[in-house]
C-alpha cells in the first residue's frame, strides 16, 4: 500500500508564510501529475495547484502570486510554499499523486491563519 504522508501545517499569523511537504511512503512510478487541494469547514474542496509530470503548473486564482508548488520527481514528493497567507487560507490541505493505475491522496494537514 502507498501512503501520502503530509506536514508542515501549523498555525500562522496573517502575512506569514508556511512550506507543506507531501511524500510517498513508497517509490510510485509513472506520476502523470501532482497537485494540492483543500477544504475549509463548511465549504467545498477546491483545488489550490497542481504540477504535471512535465512541470507545468496551475494555480486557483485566489492563490496566484501567493502559493508555489515544487515536486522532487526521484523522491516522489511535492510542497506547497505558501506566502502572504489570509484568513481565507484556513483550511484542511491535502496532497495527491495522480497515476496510470490510481490516485492517491494524504490525510490531510490543517493549516490556521489568525491573528
Known amino acids: 500500500q502507498v501512503q501520502l504522508v503530509e506536514s508542515g501545517g501549523g498555525l500562522v499569523q496573517p502575512g506569514g508564510s508556511l512550506r507543506l511537504s507531501c511524500a510517498a511512503s513508497r517509490r510510485i512510478f509513472s506520476i502523470n501529475a501532482m497537485g494540492w487541494y483543500r477544504r475549509a469547514p463548511g465549504k467545498q474542496r477546491e483545488l489550490v495547484a497542481t504540477?504535471?509530470?512535465?512541470?507545468?503548473?496551475n494555480y486557483a486564482d485566489s492563490v496566484k502570486g501567493r502559493f508555489t508548488i515544487s515536486r522532487e520527481n526521484a523522491k516522489n514528493t511535492v510542497y506547497l510554499q505558501m506566502n502572504s497567507l489570509k484568513p481565507e487560507d484556513t483550511a484542511v490541505y491535502y496532497c495527491?499523486?495522480?497515476?496510470?493505475?490510481?490516485?492517491?491522496w494524504g490525510q490531510g494537514t490543517q493549516v490556521t491563519v489568525s491573528s
Open positions: 495527491q499523486m495522480a497515476t496510470i493505475v490510481g490516485d492517491y
Open positions: 504540477i504535471t509530470r512535465g512541470g507545468s503548473t
